[in-house]
């Protein structure tokens, strides 16, 4: 019935927007005679128009999003449910009407042409739907913005002579209260990314001495395809939104060790994976005050896998196929009772269902695994309220309380009957002393998701070794507190601090499970534990320091965290958590050139997974990337990059026991040093209006 709904929309507005003449171009970002940034922390929310974003010369919506002072970038994710899954942007007032359609691949989709403002909304605002978050930011379309055609295109060229064509094409047109787009995206994805590359890998037995040593090269890659729609229309004194769209993957990772004196091992890992959605948005006023929101979504999930080793000790193989079905229907009233007070009440039901057929062998012999087969239904639940009040410019309060709930039934080794209910309460206390100052606290009860691939066997991309499934696996959980000080200064600086602390109930992780292979590795919740990040966020407009359009942006987060280990009793930090890992961006636009170009650097400290039979440890590793862009007019612009300076390398060392970590000798050690080169990137973006 939605594919109908959609299709018969779409037909009556499915004409193609016109180019442009030749000698026609797109207005210029800078609007002339408007302050670039509007408002204060004390209203709660900043306007910041596009005269604020000229000095980084914004391509897109996700561009002008990411030198927002003060904003973290959040992006979708992928939960079962509507409740928790959008991210932090809205684009007028609402989140993308589409659930697998990433937010960040929407908002590269709008010029920031079409941008009239971007609002920074800090502690909640009147008849704004904060979904959760503590800060969000709202993309204000033109009203009426002429209709479109976007193309683009781009590649990857890596030293290895690896090239990846990528394509996309957007168009969307507007007429009324009726809008239409439709966007297609295709071309190859390609692993460029530390654990990925070339380099030693030298093996050595547990006393030390060396097994061999190899020549080793991963890599990751493949093609894809992405068509998505929405349309929407004025319907019986409301607005409808229909929304629909479809992804096609295919993915290999391969890992070869070419030993320099005998045969070749490795690891292999194909997948497919194909996903399509159907959705719809109704939204109606009930008076002057009330608005109802309605919303449904279909959503079809197929994942075929198969992973071979052929690495000793234990050569193994697992084949998987994985197929999951979700529908989901919710429903939101929200009440402004004035500017100072709204309430609003939500009540979500989805069912979800999951079936995996699995199949392994281990050293040439099948291997019943725990998990192999899985048969699950989810009937899920959620239910709540959200009151926002501010009695003055200096406070405001955001108090909501929900009930989720969660049953299972089904089949894998054993018959599958297990409940869940959660209480999720959440409360965000704003106080801005000034214009310039803001503090806001949280305290939330935060609920987490099992994804049902945790029910099922699995095996490790690096290590190769096989988990097995778990239907007992709990929700992990934590109590939250977290507290931060935002400063703004300089007329479009900012300095955020925050201090986060959480304790973690029902930590996911893995334990020992007998099989008739032997002991092996599963699934499984291990206890509990705590989690403290701090993290600074800086943007400086290097104006007041004699530097003309340059701006610099940079976050740190330093994280702790402890839990037992369940193979030593010993504390330890989470399995593969780093320490430390910051960020740093710096762009400058010379206006004349019609060019700006800058400096990415990231930075990830050193990290350690904890497995059943071994420990998996990567170390530090930086990467520097160069960009130039290049505007011949606000239609038209070149971009190109080089990424990975000047050449990103990792260490890893893997340890394999002859048992269970902790309580067996070493059976040998891996050491790998594997190196990305320099990448090049090039794209070509028009824009027709």
């Excluded at 239904?377 to 959200?386: D, K, V, Y």
């Amino acid at each position: 019935m939605l594919l109908l709904l959609f299709a018969a929309a779409v037909g009556a507005e499915a004409t193609p927007p016109q180019a442009a003449p030749a000698d026609q171009t797109l207005s210029a970002v800078v609007v002339e005679g408007r302050a670039p940034i509007i408002g204060d922390l004390q209203k709660g929310v900043l306007n910041f128009t596009p005269q604020y974003f000229v000095k980084v010369r914004p391509s897109t919506a996700m561009d002008m999003v990411q030198w927002l002072p003060g904003f973290n970038f959040q992006d979708t994710r992928d939960l079962r449910g509507l409740d928790g899954a959008g991210g932090n942007v809205l684009i007028d007032g609402k989140p993308p009407a589409s659930k697998t359609d990433t937010l960040q691949s929407v908002l590269r989709r709008i010029p920031s042409e079409q941008v009239e403002r971007v609002d920074l909304i800090a502690g909640g605002a009147p008849g704004i739907d904060m979904r959760g978050w503590p800060v969000i930011a709202n993309v204000i379309l033109k009203k009426n913005p002429k209709p479109r055609l976007t193309y683009s295109l781009g590649s990857h060229l890596d030293i290895h002579g690896r090239i990846t064509p990528q394509f996309s094409i957007n168009t969307a047109r507007r007429s009324g209260d009726r809008a239409l787009e439709v966007s297609v995206d295709f071309g190859r994805n390609i692993g460029i990314y530390p654990i990925f590359g070339y380099g030693p890998t030298v093996r050595t037995d547990g006393a030390g001495a060396p097994v061999y040593v190899a020549d080793t090269h991963v890599n990751s890659g493949g093609p894809y395809v992405i068509a998505s729609g929405t349309y929407e229309r004025g319907l019986a004194g409301g607005k409808l939104k229909l929304n629909a769209s479809a992804r096609d993957f295919g993915s290999t990772f391969i890992q070869v060790d070419a030993l320099r004196s005998g045969p070749s091992y490795g690891y292999t890992h194909v997948q497919t994976y194909h996903q399509g959605e159907l959705g719809l948005t109704y939204e109606h006023a009930l008076g002057k005050r009330t608005t109802l929101e309605t919303q449904a979504l279909e959503r079809i999930t197929r994942f075929d896998a198969t992973n071979i080793l052929t690495r000793p000790p234990a050569p193994s193989r697992l084949i998987k196929s994985d197929h999951a079905d979700e529908s989901v229907a919710r429903a939101t009233i929200r009440f402004r009772r004035s500017e100072k007070l709204t309430l609003s009440a939500s009540a979500e039901a989805a069912i979800n269902t999951d079936k995996t057929d699995g199949a392994a062998t281990l050293n040439g012999v099948p291997v019943a695994l725990p998990g192999a087969i899985v048969d699950v239904r989810e009937r899920r639940g959620e239910t709540g309220a959200t009151l926002s009040w501010k009695p003055s410019p200096q406070v405001s309060l955001e108090s909501a309380l929900k009930l989720e709930t969660s049953t299972l039934t089904g089949r894998s080794d054993v018959r599958v009957d297990r409940s869940f209910t959660y209480l999720k309460p959440r409360t965000v206390f704003t106080w801005a002393p000034d214009k310039n100052d803001q503090l806001r606290l949280r305290v939330e009860h935060e609920v987490g998701q099992v994804g049902f691939n945790a029910f099922a066997a699995s095996s490790n991309f690096v290590t190769g070794q096989v988990f097995v499934g778990n239907t007992n696996l709990k929700p992990q959980r934590a109590w939250a507190a977290e507290a931060v000080y935002d400063r703004k200064f300089w007329n479009g600086g900012d300095l955020t601090l925050t201090l986060r602390h959480r304790r973690l109930v029902d930590v996911f992780g893995y334990v020992a499970i007998a099989t008739s292979a032997g002991v092996l590795g599963g699934y499984a919740n291990v206890g509990g534990g705590r989690q403290t990040d701090a993290v600074v966020n800086l943007l400086v407009p290097l104006k007041r320091l004699g530097i003309e359009g340059a701006t610099v942006r940079g976050a740190a987060t330093w994280t702790r965290s402890r839990v037992t280990d369940p193979f030593t009793g010993l504390p330890r930090r989470l399995s593969g958590q780093s320490g430390f890992v910051g960020e740093l961006h710096l762009v400058e636009d010379l206006p004349r050139q019609k060019l700006n170009f800058g400096l990415d650097a990231y930075y990830v400290g050193p990290n350690q997974i904890y497995e059943p039979a071994g420990n998996q440890n990567t170390g530090a590793w930086a990467r520097f990337n160069l960009f130039v862009e290049y505007r011949l007019k606000p239609s038209l612009n070149l971009r190109a990059e080089v990424n990975n300076l000047p050449g990103t390398g990792v260490h890893q060392v893997i340890d394999s026991f002859t048992g269970l970590r902790g309580s067996s000798p070493l059976l040998y050690r891996d050491d790998k040093r594997l190196a990305v080169g320099p990448v090049f990137f090039a794209r070509v973006r028009r824009t027709f209006q």
